[in-house]
């Protein structure tokens, strides 16, 4: 079995993985609590990656001690979503992070499928804006999933999609729970960001820059050892 073969499928989180649109989501989160009347922080921000539109907007009503109805919770996340999606109205291919575009192109170059499985539900709307639908296999959001992290659901579909066992399937992740979800259900896992906060990851990369084919499969060498 040659290196390049070591795994056999390659799943990616969209926000802070393919894109970073957290500066957006921040803003959007703040702009709803300060209409609510209390301070939303970049700290309290954090708490949120990688986990539903729904269940992050329940983690800041506890943060500003507000109760809502299920049908007010509903319009409070719209509310919150108009913004974000007017926010990223002019994104392109200019905000795809270092080193994505290559190893995704060196990916689709070696015939190696790559999903995309993340919790948003504007995964869909914002990939076609920078240029990169093309090389996916399949694209999962949340629309396509009645689970968020840390359930596997979307990273199951979306191995089931390429037909790929999840235990020859890196997911790529910057989130705890994320994180979490892909273990849960067999994966290999990759941090992307902090490894202090990604240390449940079977190993973590900075960034995607000078990252290749090559390189993860001397990381996946080292955890078959």
């Known amino acids: 079995m040659t290196k390049q073969h070591l795994f056999e499928a390659c799943i990616f989180d969209f926000d802070g993985v393919i894109v970073d649109t957290a500066g957006y989501h921040y803003m959007s989160w703040r702009k709803l609590a300060s209409q609510l009347g209390f301070e939303f922080t970049e700290e309290q921000n954090e708490e949120m990656k990688g986990i539903s539109r729904m269940d992050s907007l ?30 990223l109205s002019n994104v392109d291919e200019s905000a795809i992070l270092p080193g994505v575009y290559n190893f995704l192109t060196e990916l689709s170059d070696a015939n190696i499928p790559f999903a995309l499985g993340s919790a948003s ?19 999962l959001d949340g629309n396509d999933t009645t689970r968020s992290k840390p359930d596997p659901e979307v990273f199951i579909k979306a191995a089931e999609s390429m037909k790929k066992a999840p235990s020859r399937v890196v997911v790529f992740e910057d989130s705890y729970k994320g994180l979490v979800a892909a273990q849960s259900a067999g994966f290999m896992s990759c941090g992307v960001g902090d490894p202090m906060v990604l240390a449940n990851a079977d190993f973590v990369i900075p960034t995607f820059e000078k990252f290749s084919i090559e390189v993860l499969s001397n990381q996946i060498d080292e955890l078959e050892k």
């Not at 001690?65 to 926010?87: F, G, V």
């Not at 539900?121 to 694209?139: D, Q, V, Y």
């Open 58 to 87: 329940d983690v800041v009503l506890d943060i500003g001690n507000i109760t809502a109805t299920q049908e007010e919770k509903i319009k409070l996340a719209k509310q919150k979503n108009d913004w974000y999606r007017e926010y």
């Open 121 to 139: 539900k504007n995964a869909g709307f914002i990939i076609p804006k920078l240029g990169i639908s093309h090389l996916f296999h399949t694209i």
